[in-house]
């Protein structure tokens, strides 16, 4: 296909849920707009309700008004988190400042996520957990907090994110380090701009609770790791050129961008301005012919989402590509890190889990065959993508699962070639 015109994409999933959270936070209305209408999003929506906050609708560009009590209120229902890694840990953490009992669950993918390297430390702060395993459904009683310095097990924005909440929530000093690579900081930068001081020291983050959450406004920019699979889909096509307006370019964000350059990727950057310390700008891509990389664990936090992407696209690049300590995507909505390399070789290319490492050998034949995406919207995206090569034959399994993260997908994909003419 041949690309053609502008589109873009909707609001970014992680901050449209920390804008959430942190309006339920503050006292007083709170106004978004852009915020990402998926069903992740809402399930974040729905618990904060329950927890008290107004959440209203308002017409027109995903605006949305939340009215927060300044704090959050017992909940008589379970609190179900749906698909949502997300809204579950960083709602662990708001609650684990909160004197009440709440139960959380989630969908059958989410049961089977590992939530004990989130409320091991909350525990630490003071938080009474009673859970049967390592995951969901499980109790929390929040209490009175104290401070702690804490060396996360894996470089986790959803599990530094769950410990800055609960110290903001509960007003205490907090100390805590990643072990490689440095994984998304919105959570940090919406911190400062409640003036909350926020330091990076020795690789240590050091949270200090000076701040006070009160009503904001914000337009949430773009979803990079959405507008990834239009880059994606222009990179591989066979003409024209696409420009992706509007999207979040967070430097902890944009490590998928400096890897497609790296296979060369011809995608520039036009900034636009920025949202509450986020910048946004224009993304012009054009088809590229790809090579094949090597990209480095400490790479990985920064486009931990855009594995799929990057692996199908390495199957159509010249060379191999290798993903180095990718086991973390073992426990993403599906086992994710299986799933790429086995669908990789159903549609005819070769890709092999090596140890924590995924291997991508280029060069692949015309993708033909039966994706098998166990529900997660990512595998789901990056194989449509892949489907769009010409003279492609690939069948997804299951299409409705992009829903939680990228409503309209598919039309917008498919809109594409559109506007660019076959
Ligand atoms: C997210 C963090 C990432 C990412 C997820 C959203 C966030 O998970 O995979 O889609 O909003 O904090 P981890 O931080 O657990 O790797």
Redesign the pocket.
């Known amino acids: 296909m041949k690309v053609g015109g502008a589109v873009r994409v909707p609001g970014d999933?992680?901050?449209s849920?920390?804008a959430l959270m942190f309006a339920a936070m503050a006292r007083g209305t709170s106004h978004l707009g852009g915020v990402l209408p998926s069903l992740d999003v809402r399930g974040t929506a729905r618990v904060l309700r329950q927890l008290g906050a107004v959440i209203t609708p308002l017409r027109g560009e995903h605006a949305v008004r939340v009215k927060g009590r300044g704090r959050l209120l017992p909940s008589e229902g379970t609190l179900n988190c749906g698909n949502s890694?997300?809204t579950a840990?960083?709602l662990l953490g708001l609650l684990a400042a909160h004197r009440f009992r709440a139960t959380l669950t989630g969908d059958s993918s989410l049961r089977r996520r590992p939530m004990a390297r989130v409320t091991a430390p909350l525990g630490l702060m003071g938080a009474r957990i009673d859970a049967r395993g390592d995951g969901l459904p499980l109790d929390i009683t929040g209490g009175r907090l104290h401070g702690i310095r804490y060396e996360l097990p894996?470089?986790?924005?959803?599990?530094?994110?769950a410990l800055l909440l609960a110290a903001a929530a509960g007003g205490v000093d907090l100390g805590v380090r990643e072990p490689a690579g440095r994984?998304?900081d919105?959570?940090e930068r919406l911190l400062r701009a409640f003036g909350y001081t926020v330091l990076e020291r020795d690789g240590w983050i050091e949270f200090v609770a000076s701040g006070r959450v009160v009503p904001f406004e914000l337009q949430v920019p773009g979803d990079i790791?959405s507008a990834a699979f239009m880059l994606g889909a222009a990179l591989l096509a066979e003409g024209g050129a696409l420009r992706v307006v509007g999207v979040g370019v967070n430097p902890t964000r944009t490590g998928v961008l400096t890897v497609l350059a790296r296979m060369g990727a011809e995608i520039a950057l036009e900034p636009t301005g920025s949202e509450l310390d986020e910048p946004v700008a224009d993304l012009d891509v054009r088809p590229s012919l790809l090579r094949g990389t090597i990209v480095a664990a400490a790479e990985i936090?920064g486009l931990?989402?855009e594995v799929p992407l990057l692996a199908v696209l390495a199957s159509r690049a010249s060379g191999p590509s290798v993903f180095r300590d990718v086991g973390?995507l073992r426990v993403?909505e599906s086992n994710r890190l299986e799933l790429i390399a086995a669908n990789l070789r159903a549609v005819g290319a070769a890709a092999e889990v090596r140890g924590e490492d995924l291997w991508v050998a280029g060069d692949a034949p015309i993708p033909r065959g039966r994706v098998r995406t166990d529900g997660d919207h990512?595998l789901a995206m990056a194989f449509a993508v892949l489907g769009t090569v010409a003279g492609a034959r690939v069948a997804v399994d299951d299409m409705a699962c992009v829903a939680v993260?990228f409503p309209g997908f598919e039309a917008l994909l498919r809109s594409l070639a559109v506007r660019g003419g076959r």
């Not at 894996?154 to 994110?161: G, N």
Request: aromatic residues 0%; hydrophobic residues 20%.
């Open positions: 999933k992680s901050i849920h920390r890694g997300t840990r960083l894996v470089s986790s924005a959803q599990l530094k994110s994984s998304r919105h959570t790791s936090p931990i989402d973390e993403k990512r993260s």
